[in-house]
């Protein structure tokens, strides 16, 4: 029996994407231009190849926000963009703009530039737009992003589309003011402080506006939001259906993180998170089909560097004054740079294409009373990249999930294992890291890697967890079905009452 | 008639450019309204401006020391979960939830 490893493909079986629920059928993709979706293959943030290679940051420029969100307290950084509980120096476009420089210089890597919060980027206009232009001028190979709450979206097209700006990020938590009002308490509107229902319900129409307006200028617009249960994840669906339906490239849905001791609403009223099952569902049916794009990181918006690294601390503001950029020489560096990765990647694709049926996975069935239905089954892997399973267990910061099934391997997304709080003093007798790393891997029945110490092979094991290391320097998917087809052969995957199968739904 | 802005600000810039009469400045520790230039806002808009924006509760005071924005007005958050927070805050590491 062969097994094909689905990719980009709509039907996607148990746990996935039921076409009418979240409109990302091929249809769907069919409305998104070419040229948008190239830009977007390409983009280091959503392809799999690319963001290993290539760096990106993020500077804090615009500290003002026009809106109150539940779960954000303005002490510290747009709950939308960081973790919460994060403070980002406050730059000013000057130094932000020099810094972005800096960076380029020293990592030629570098390629996405972000202003994200404090704030919204966009209640803050001119020290946004004045950050932008001037790297447009200094630097023009470097992609901006702008992330945004959406209230002033409508107003800054035009300005936007005047920069080099790749694409923005709307966070959109609902379409409906009723929903809203659960979320916003309050928004700051043509002078006055609206509050309630009313507040949420301009909030709602003028992201709309603004999702519309960009798409009709050719911005690409990424969706992003933040799960709420028993307030938005239901809704979260309609949410994904209307902005897909308006051009969205992707809508990608983050955890609520709400602790008391952030002093938010919904922390100190005691509104849980998602668990990591939970989200992965929703992200599942919202994500849609396009495996590549389910390799957004959510990356957190503090961090410098090539993808899980974080050079921040190098760049500190007396180092910034005094460097002396050598622009010319700096963009030549990421030319050359960005022409080797192209070429590595290129060179990798062909390999991968010529390769014999690479994505055809043989399942041995035979001997198995195949008229069972065999449920599908979650792996975790730890991978550095290349599609190999090539990272120590303890190393890994993220795992790639798979589901394993009878139609073949499909990639359901990223899990970070520092998502959550990690310790130390705001948030006292905190798990440990390997408690969390378990904790991220719910849902999962194996977790494959290279290599695993012996205390978190034991607590994997309690968790229910099978840690697996004999398939280090394999192929992912190829390793994923194997594993399958030994669960299939000794047994383990009939259905029965007390295994329910949670994804297939 | 002025206003005042207090400890509690957080610095987060949003009251600064609202301001029709430039009153407001960014000061250590935190920001300051010159009493001579601030109207509260008479004649320009029906809401002091930095009052209808500032985003945490108490940070901005009238003559009397009157919070033009009390406690839980901005956050929903129930007052006694807000005096429960601040207590546990300023008790020592001691943790209630
Ligand atoms: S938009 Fe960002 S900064 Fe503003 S309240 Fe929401 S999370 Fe906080
Ligand atoms: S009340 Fe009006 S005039 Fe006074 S500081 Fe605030 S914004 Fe300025
Ligand atoms: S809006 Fe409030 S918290 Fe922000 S700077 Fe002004 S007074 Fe301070």
């Known amino acids: 029996m062969e097994l094909p490893v689905i990719s980009n493909t709509a039907e996607s079986g148990g746990g996935g994407c039921s076409s ?33 290679h290539f760096a990106r940051m993020h500077v804090a420029v ?70 932008f232009q001037m790297l447009s001028e200094h630097a023009p190979d470097i992609k901006l992003c702008v992330s945004t709450n959406g209230l002033m979206l409508p107003q800054s097209v035009d300005e936007i589309a005047k920069h080099n700006i790749d694409h923005v990020t709307i966070t959109i938590n609902c379409v409906d003011p009723d929903v809203g009002a659960k979320i916003y308490p309050w928004i700051f509107w043509n002078n006055k402080r609206i509050k309630g229902r009313e507040g949420a319900a301009i909030l709602i129409e003028q992201q709309q506006k603004g999702l519309e307006a960009c798409i009709a200028k050719g911005i690409l617009v990424k969706v992003n939001s933040v799960m709420i249960p028993g307030v938005n994840d239901e809704h979260l669906k309609e949410v994904s259906r209307v902005v897909k339906s308006k051009g969205a490239f992707l809508h990608n849905v983050m955890p609520l993180i709400a602790e008391a001791e952030h002093g938010t609403f919904y922390g100190l009223t005691g509104q849980r998170g998602p668990t990591q099952d939970e989200l992965q569902a929703l992200q599942d049916a919202c994500a849609g089909d396009m495996n590549m794009m389910r390799h957004c990181r959510q990356c957190r918006a503090d961090a410098v560097g090539l993808l899980g690294e974080d050079r921040g601390a190098e760049f500190t503001l007396d180092k910034i004054a005094e460097y002396e950029l050598d622009l010319e020489g700096a963009a030549a560096r990421r030319a050359e740079v960005r022409d080797r990765i192209a070429a590595e990647l290129e060179e990798k694709r062909n390999a991968k294409a010529a390769a014999p049926a690479p994505k055809l996975v043989a399942l041995d069935m035979s001997g198995l009373a195949t008229k069972e239905a065999l449920r599908p089954v979650k792996m975790a892997v730890a991978t550095s990249g290349g599609g190999l399973i090539n990272q120590h267990f303890g190393h890994a910061k993220e795992f790639l999930i798979y589901e394993a099934s009878e139609k073949g391997v499909r990639f359901l997304g990223h899990r970070k294992t520092d998502l959550y709080c990690t310790g130390g003093d705001t948030c006292g007798d905190a798990d440990t890291t390997l408690q969390q790393t378990v904790k991220a891997l719910e849902g999962c029945e194996v977790v494959l890697c290279s290599k695993i110490g012996y205390e978190p092979w034991g607590m994997l094991e309690e968790a229910g967890i099978a840690p697996n290391g004999e398939h280090a320097m394999e192929g992912i998917e190829d390793a994923v079905m194997a594993v399958y087809a030994e669960m299939a052969s000794a047994g383990k995957l009939v259905e029965t009452a007390e295994v329910p199968a949670q994804s297939a739904a | 008639m002025a206003l005042e802005i207090n400890d509690l600000c957080v610095n987060c810039w949003a009251c600064e450019p609202l301001c029709p009469n430039k009153a407001i400045y960014s000061a250590a520790p935190h920001f300051e309204i010159d009493p001579d230039k601030c109207t509260e806002c008479a004649g320009d808009f029906a809401d002091a401006q930095c009052a209808a924006i500032c985003p945490i509760e108490g940070a901005i005071v009238d003559e009397l020391g009157d919070a033009l924005n009390p406690p839980g007005s901005l956050t929903g958050i129930p007052l006694q979960l807000l005096a429960e927070a601040a207590g546990s805050a300023a008790g020592t590491a001691a943790k209630t939830s």
């Open chain 1, 20 to 52: 009418h629920s979240c409109g990302s059928t091929a249809d769907q993709l069919n409305q998104i231009p070419d040229e948008i979706l190239q830009k977007v293959f390409n983009h280091p943030c959503y392809s799999e190849d690319a963001h290993h």
């Open chain 1, 62 to 131: 615009a500290p003002a926000c026009n809106i109150q969100c539940h779960y954000c307290n303005r002490k510290y950084d747009c709950a939308n963009e960081s973790r919460p509980g994060v403070v980002s120096e406050l730059l000013t476009p000057d130094q932000a703009a020099k810094k972005t420089l800096v960076v380029a210089s020293e990592i030629p890597q570098m390629s996405v530039l972000g202003i994200a919060g404090p704030g919204d980027p966009l209640a803050n206009p001119e020290r946004t737009f004045a950050t």
